[in-house]
Nanobody, 124 residues
Framework: QVQLVESGGGLVQAGGSLRLSCAAS????????MGWFRQAPGKERDFVAH???????YYADSVKGRFTISRDNAKNTVYLQMNSLKPEDTAVYYC??????????????????WGQGTQVTVSS
């Protein structure tokens, strides 16, 4: 069992930055693929980024070049650095953990554990 707790959300002006953190319980954190998803009001939850146990990363086109996902296995924490934020980035951001073994991790159905979410609001 893995428990995930996000933090770092808030209100920021367009063009600003935020760093989200997701702290995980459990001693096997390093073996999981960690992902970030987001859900805007009235919309489906969308993939943002993921990072494998090898530290390879993958991003949605909408955030590529602006967001950076990273992990610190010693701290059981995954981060999402968000720069050049836009109003359309406003959403509840969720981190999630998935077991290794799939070819890609864009689909939320592959993730086994989810955090409670943290609100990010970008004002224009």
């Amino acid at each position: 069992q893995v428990q995930l707790v996000e933090s770092g959300g808030g209100l920021v002006q367009a063009g600003g930055s935020l760093r989200l953190s997701c702290a995980a319980s459990g001693r096997t954190f390093s073996g999981y693929v960690m992902g970030w998803f987001r859900q805007a009001p009235g919309k489906e939850r969308d993939f943002v980024a993921h990072i494998r146990s090898t530290d390879s990363t993958y991003y949605a086109d909408s955030v590529k070049g602006r967001f950076t996902i990273s992990r610190d296995n010693a701290k059981n924490t995954v981060y999402l650095q968000m720069n050049s934020l836009k109003p359309e980035d406003t959403a509840v951001y969720y981190c999630a953990a998935a077991f290794n073994g799939y070819s890609d991790y864009v689909s939320e159905t592959l993730y086994d554990y989810w955090g409670q979410g943290t609100q990010v609001t970008v004002s224009s």
